[in-house]
């Protein structure tokens, strides 16, 4: 036998292998343009966390149908994956299936059961594709989705769907192979799901059958190896990036604004307070708040390359349902599209972040910010713990201290607070008038 | 509170009035509902009248930390003077300031909103309730409130408290972990709402008037509004009341 499907596997692997570690180290540094932020605490919750929102999918269950589809194609996505280590193995030995004469019996069960598997994420993945394009399910019909983004969806469905076949179909063809006993290819009793395919490829002669099965193998490794690629410039990062996702997901009380300690100095010197010189306060004060990628913390950019753009979050968003142009869904989009430009333009020796372009005001307007009740429905929502209202709130912080940016209502609050101590403007000695009534009605 | 200090007297609780709870004229009835409850319990409690100031929430989320910090931190130099332990307020937005906010900022005081208090006070024995009064039997639905449920996952202590007064609680479709926003937080409350199709609170009020509900129990004095003027908005005045939890418990307490 040739000795040249070998090399051609190995250069095809080694090529693969060569892309997809720049693409890791790619995301790896565009996560880290981010601001440094320990989130490392209480590891164990953290594991804990992980293993039940990424690993055991518990959030997705809040709804029932897409979560039962989601999770057939995830159970699918890592048992045959399985299959693919024999497959890479075959590939440079030059073996054909070289698991099945050491498991026997045990292998034709596996077998099956990864071709039960490959059926359940085909009829899932053309049941998601229905959902989107024939159903037309409101989350997956918004603006911020219109071109690649829907575009990017539907390829991984089809591209999922396509590779089930070729596993089917070299399934199928190499039992037929071994039927008319070939020599090479092992007969390994009934394939449920192959054998219905069997009759379309019976009547083909032996040099077609062989063909036809080294096509389909090649095709689904090959197809395999192109969409780990793939994945990096893609939505559907978060089949990986779920899991460190949710280990650093924020386990503090939602409703906890980050405090700035830069600002606590401050105040604390303006009241006459003694000022500990503390060395969490970092010698150089950046910009207040966020303005570019670069303002938030790593976590934040991570959460975008996390985000597979379901949109349940736009779905639960007070303000989105009520027409505002809020979607945290694109606020997490912005991130992202924002930190692959700047990541893109600084690898080509460009202007980077200084491109004259920002996050806000380019990417994410201040109407969509200023639209946000802080309520935390997209946080809870997110079945893999992301949270735009973070990045929303130090946009804002930006806009206020900044900028002075705020609506004009706002700038009134403030005016109020500074003066009498309350968002409306009341004279603070009435603070307690309230209390009169009480005591009239006590003494009678 | 400054009373209490000069008579050498250390109240058991600090009760955190808020801006709302001190000059907005229909909840001003939810703050004199609590403090009626309190006398009647006995509770050793004061507030701080004139010195309370605005936590600085709706500035913290309005993006103005300086602000923020100034009113965090005078309040905390102020409580930190009474030497304050615990803590009670009917506002969620207060709540959540002082209970997760103020810590980063030396102010460490153990705080819980009206609602567990309540309840606290039902389960207890010190609050007795006839069951018997106006709400008796009556549909009641309760709209979470956002700085109270999810920011700090307090979901059933107010639901307790509706529940100890003999009525039929009904939910929402939205309610808990998935309520909606009544349209005030994260500084809403003073401005105007982006432009889009529909005010929040509407959307909220016909929820719950879709419950077929009497009655719109609330936790938090920006829900009490929102929800107020959306009730008014469907023209419902007239059938369908919004009460906060505390005035719905001194009304069956008779005072």
Known sequence: ?444 | MAEMSTNGQTPEVLFWVGCAGSFDERYKAVTQAFVKILNKVGVSFAVLGPEEACTGDPARRAGNEFLFQMQAVANIQVMNGYEVKKVVTACPHCFNTIKNEYPALGGNYDVIHHSQFLQQLINEGKVTLKGGGEFKGKKITFHDSCYLGRANSVYEAPREVIKALDVELVEMKRCKTKGLCCGAGGAQMFKEPEPGKKDINIERTEEALATGASTIAVGCPFCLTMMTDGVKNQNREADVKVYDLAEMIAKDMGI
Request: glycine share 6%; charged share 20%; proline share 4%.
């Open chain 1, 1 to 444: 036998m040739s000795i040249l499907p070998q090399l051609a596997f190995v250069l095809i692997l080694g090529i693969a292998g060569y892309i997809l570690s720049k693409r890791i180290k790619f995301l790896r540094r565009n996560i880290l343009l981010g601001k440094a932020e320990t989130r490392n605490d209480q590891s164990e919750s953290r594991w804990k966390t992980m293993m039940l929102v990424a690993f055991g999918q518990q959030k997705m269950f809040k709804r029932i149908v897409p979560a039962f589809l989601h999770l057939l194609i995830y159970v699918g996505f890592l048992v045959i994956n399985l299959e693919v280590l024999e497959f890479i193995l075959d590939g440079i030995i030059g073996s054909h299936r070289l698991f099945a004469p050491v498991l026997g019996g045990l292998y034709t069960t596996a077998i099956n059961m990864f071709e039960f598997l490959a059926v359940a994420v085909l009829v899932s993945c053309v049941a998601f594709l229905i959902r989107r394009n024939v159903m037309k399910v409101e989350r997956f019909t918004k603006p911020e989705l219109k071109g690649w983004p829907a575009m990017d969806a539907n390829l991984i469905l089809v591209i999922e769907i396509i590779l089930m076949f070729a596993i089917l179909t070299m399934n199928a063809t190499d039992q037929i192979l071994a039927n008319r006993e070939d020599g090479h290819y092992l007969a390994l009793g009934t394939l449920f799901f192959s054998s219905m395919l069997m009759p379309i490829f019976e009547g083909m002669s032996d040099g077609a059958l062989v063909f036809t099965e080294r096509f389909a193998w090649w095709f689904h490794i090959v197809g395999i190896l192109a969409f780990a690629i793939y994945v990096t410039y893609s939505k559907h990062l978060h089949i990986f990036l779920a899991f460190p996702n949710t280990w650093y997901s924020n386990l503090k009380a939602k409703g906890e604004m980050i405090n700035m300690p830069e600002v606590t100095n401050e105040v604390n010197m303006m009241l006459g307070i003694p000022v500990e010189t503390s060395s969490d306060v970092s010698a150089e004060i950046g910009r207040f708040g966020a303005k570019d990628v670069n303002d938030l913390s790593w976590i934040n950019v991570l959460n975008a390359y996390s985000c597979t753009e379901c949109g349940r979050c736009t779905a639960e968003c007070p303000a989105n349902l009520t027409g505002k142009k809020l979607s945290p869904r694109k606020i997490m989009m912005d991130v992202r599209d924002r930190v692959e430009e700047v990541g893109k333009s600084i690898d080509a020796g460009g202007a980077g972040f200084e491109d004259g372009k920002s996050l806000l005001g380019d990417y994410i307007t201040k109407e969509e910010i200023n639209a946000c009740t802080s309520c935390n429905a997209c946080v809870e929502a997110c079945p893999v713990n992301i949270d735009p209202l973070a990045i929303i709130l130090q946009m804002r912080r930006y806009v206020a201290m900044e900028e002075s940016g705020t609506p004009a209502q706002w700038n009134a609050m403030f005016q109020n607070m500074e003066t009498s101590f309350s968002p409306w403007k009341f004279s603070p000695s009435d603070r307690f008038n309230w209390a009169e009534k009480v005591k009239e009605e006590e003494m009678m």
